[in-house]
């Protein structure tokens, strides 16, 4: 311990500085660019504060109802074994890595006036259902968010040695009591980080929240710099307001980080999880009708995509599949880059155990999320056009950037689970002298395993079906499949656009679910 | 030795005929997105003007017109771009401020533009109304203005796309406001209850309408011709408005520091010819901007007569486009 304390420069820190310099750059210092672009002051309009109030709001509710509604899911998920268990996680990923415009159109195909809901409804004599408007905004986030709340509890669960639960079987624990001396401390340090976390994805959203949203009382900070660009070409407001969503972005990171709670766990020896405590048939009855109300809500609209998409397939040629290897690589790339980027902040969190330079080190990986996608790919434009061809960059680019957007969600998964390394075995290992490219393979590496196939798994996936970023470097000869799909829908080809669609849900999910699965398959 | 230096003499001829095609002159030209797309104009363009012009034409892409618009301010002076092609006149004033474009010093000939043309930075190269597609089979009543619109029954939805960050959107807005002036709140006040959502863009908007999302979708009167043309599909119409139509310009200019002036002027004369004239209807699904010999293709409907065209001068649509764009906020709003 001693020794290592004395080691105040280590590799794990450089990289970490490194790292952390990259992503800082990536958002904060785009902004500046932007702001350097100016030719106006950087100010706020009456209609800014209007969308500052729309976007906290609906960003607060939907967190909180994903994440109230993940604690049953994840619980049930955790404490039942049944048949297609692992395929339902994998599935439930889906939602989160659905491009915009797909996952949309798959929801309003069943919560939509012309949807299933409506359909039945008005067969019985009803009206159909109207989602459009606040719901609507909630009813799409939570659609996206929940499955991500749910994982990252799902793993807070699964960091629990099953001794553990043998321990309060013995002791003739009911459920309540396992709740209270087990659950309750674990939900107390994964949700304000997932809460943080999916708060933030709903406060920069855009296009979901203006077409559920039913017009322009739905306007987010995200669509006000969208305008600020587009409409009124005044980048000094853009600046602005991507300032505004940092300040709420490192608002909820610093809160967030306060109020978890991470206790140190005992190492797991035994693999299979058995609760005594809940074999009764109301609380079975209790999960079993939870899960399945659950996988109906989320994989029903993505049915919907799948039926749609597959009149679509044949009308397809061979560019899709181009658009499809180019979207691959640039999906793998971005994966791994993520995963080196939340391994090198997350060993520099752990080196330095407690204090402010742990804590810098977490926030930092935050900062991204809170990026406005419009402001990181124009900074980037202004930076990179005199000195090269931007479509010549556009693959890189969309790699490296999906790679920053994606480093919050990595940061989340694997950081418990290194803290949880170094908290039941960093003194074991401090005492053996292990420490470098040893201590990592040793210690770290099998605890945060499932976590790191998650993380690349999602990062792959995101980086699948996002747009966003790469508007101003799209290379009209090299589409990426999202590109694709749009000007496909741009050009009336609205039925090979669905069968894109489906394309590309099925190839965002098989390479999450690949990942993940090497991931999983460790424990 | 014969043979090593015929290989010598093959190699010398495939190095010269790499660097004289690396010699042709690169035409770049800024388009937006479903343009340069495979099922847009470009790549026939591409093909035609590429076979007199000596040259390599190479398209680069963005959004749509504002976006594209956007993008050329953001590349300023040092913008490699030489022409750019698929703004429209909604947005030509703010090109011509920006000081980046040069007269095309062309006079366009057998024009069909209604209202003829006069701009020195820009030329029209297409151009359609704005219009809401209906579905035949599914509508039954269909207004034939926007107060009818207005006193349709609740359950009559519209699906319309947002000014602000859409090309057809800040034309809606513009319609309204050229049909009804300062009673422009109050029509959209009468509208509000019809609108089901507000779309980022017209693809969005187009798929809600085509899935059964909403009755009746703001786009093009042309958009019915191509699913009949393409889809053999009849069932879609355009609502015909009393108040007249707004009508989309779309134009490209020179930019004045294109690196290929000569070219670009080139480009611009043969975007006025019937060759690439005659490409525009069944790609761009939008009406020519001349009069082209063998007339419009079967299955595109006549356009409406130009004295039911509405349009705001570039300078007015400048103008009006904040004030307009307020008025429908606060009246959407509530």
């Known amino acids: 311990m001693a020794e290592r304390a004395e080691q105040v420069i280590t590799p794990a820190l450089v990289a970490g500085l490194g790292a952390a310099a990259l992503v800082a750059a990536l958002s904060l210092g785009t902004v500046a660019v932007v702001a350097g672009a100016a030719v106006s002051p950087m100010r706020l309009g009456a209609g800014d504060w209007a969308a500052l109030k729309f976007t906290l709001s609906q960003a607060l509710v939907s967190a909180a109802l994903s994440c109230a509604l993940a604690v049953p899911v994840a619980r049930a998920l955790a404490r039942r074994s049944f048949a297609g268990r692992g395929l339902l996680v994998t599935l439930l990923g889906a939602p989160f890595i659905l491009p915009v415009i797909v996952a949309v159109l798959g929801l309003l195909a069943v919560y939509g006036r012309g949807g299933l809901v409506s359909a039945v409804l008005v067969h019985f004599g009803y009206a159909p259902l109207s989602i459009y408007g606040f719901r609507g905004v909630v009813l799409a986030h939570v659609f996206f968010n929940l499955p991500l709340a749910t994982r990252l509890l799902l793993q807070g669960w699964q960091r629990v040695p099953a001794e553990h639960f043998r321990l309060a079987a013995q002791l003739g624990m009911t459920t309540r009591d396992i709740n209270r001396v087990i659950e309750r401390p674990i939900l107390r340090a994964v949700l304000p980080g997932a809460f943080a976390t999916i708060f933030l994805l709903c406060v920069t959203s855009f296009a979901v929240a203006l077409t559920l949203g039913g017009g ?210 960093g003194r074991l290992a401090d005492s053996l002298g292990l420490g470098g490219g040893m201590r990592f393979r040793l210690l770290h590496w099998p605890f945060i395993r499932p976590a790191a196939g998650f993380a690349t798994g999602l990062a792959a996936a995101l980086s699948m079906g996002d747009l966003g970023v790469v508007a101003l470097f799209a290379d009209p000869d090299a589409a990426t499949l999202p590109l694709y799909l749009y000007r496909l829908m741009g050009s009336y080809q609205m039925t090979a656009a669905s069968g894109a669609a489906l394309l590309l849900v099925a190839a965002s999910l098989a390479l999450f679910a690949v990942f993940d699965r090497w991931g999983r398959a460790a424990r | 030795m014969f043979r090593i230096s015929l290989m010598a003499a093959g190699l010398a001829l495939t190095l010269a005929g790499a660097s004289m095609a690396a010699e042709k002159p690169v035409l770049n030209v800024y388009t937006y997105d479903s343009f340069a797309s495979d099922w847009g104009p470009g790549p026939k363009v591409e093909k035609a003007f590429e076979a007199i012009c000596d040259c390599d034409l190479k398209f680069t892409t963005a959004g749509d017109g504002a976006a594209l618009l956007a993008r050329v301010q953001l590349e300023g002076k040092r913008s490699r771009a030489d022409v750019v092609l698929g703004l429209d006149t909604n947005l030509t004033a703010r090109a011509a401020a920006s000081g980046l474009f040069a007269p095309h010093g062309i006079t366009p000939e057998n024009l ?68 009804y002036g300062d009673k422009a709140p109050e029509i959209w006040k009468g509208l509000a209850p019809h609108i089901l959502t507000v779309t980022k863009g017209w693809s969005e908007a187009y798929g809600m309408f085509l899935k059964g999302e909403a009755d009746m979708v703001l786009s093009y ?10 889809e053999n599909d009849n069932s879609k119409a355009a609502a015909i408005f009393d108040e007249g139509h707004y009508m989309q310009i779309e134009v490209a200019g020179k930019m004045a520091t294109a690196p290929h002036p000569d070219l670009a ?37 006549a356009p409406i007569p130009a004295d039911k065209a509405l349009i705001l001068s570039p300078e007015q649509a400048l103008v009006a486009r904040d004030a307009a764009l307020a008025e429908w906020q606060s009246a959407l709003s509530k």
């Open chain 2, 112 to 179: 069909a533009v209604p209202g003829g043309w006069n701009d020195p930075l820009f030329l029209p190269f297409d151009w359609g109304y704005f219009a809401f597609v209906y579905d035949k089979t599914k509508l039954g009543t269909v207004p034939h203005s926007f107060r009818e619109l207005a006193a349709a029954p609740d359950s009559l939805k519209i699906v319309i796309e947002d000014p602000r960050s859409s090309t057809p959107g800040l034309g809606l807005l513009l319609w309204v406001k050229a049909a």
């Open chain 1, 216 to 425: 322009p009382r739905a306007t987010t900070i995200e669509l006000a710099i969208y305008q600020a660009f587009r409409f009124d070409f005044d980048m000094g407001r853009a600046a602005a307001l991507a300032l505004m969503q940092f300040a709420i972005g490192a608002l909820a990171a610093v809160l967030a980080w306060r109020m978890a709670q991470t206790r140190a766990q005992d190492p797991q020896l035994a693999p299979e999880v058995h609760r005594w405590d809940c074999a009764g048939f109301p609380s079975r009855v209790a999960d079993s009708l939870g899960l399945l109300l659950v996988a109906l809500f989320l994989l029903l609209p993505l049915a919907m995509v799948l039926i749609d998409g597959l009149r679509g397939i044949a009308l397809l040629d061979g560019r899709v599949w181009l658009a499809l290897g180019r979207s691959v690589l640039v999906a793998l790339a971005s994966a791994v880059l993520t995963l080196l980027l939340a391994l090198a902040l997350g060993l520099a969190a752990v080196s330095r155990r407690q204090g402010a330079i742990a804590g810098g080190f977490e926030s930092i990986g935050f900062l991204s999320i809170a990026a406005s996608p419009m402001v990181i790919g124009t900074g980037l434009f202004i930076i990179l056009y005199p000195l090269v061809d931007p479509a010549s960059m556009a693959l890189p680019v969309t790699a490296l950037v999906n790679a920053a957007m994606s480093l919050p969600f990595a940061l989340r998964a694997t950081l418990p689970a290194l803290r949880q390394a170094e908290a039941t075995h």
């Open chain 2, 221 to 230: 009167t042309t958009s019915p011709a191509y699913h009949l043309i393409a």
């Open chain 2, 265 to 301: 002027d080139k480009f611009l004369k043969f975007m006025m010819s019937e060759k690439f004239q005659s490409l525009i209807p069944t790609t761009n699904w939008m009406y020519p901007a001349v009069r082209l010999k063998e007339g419009l293709p079967k299955g595109f409907a």
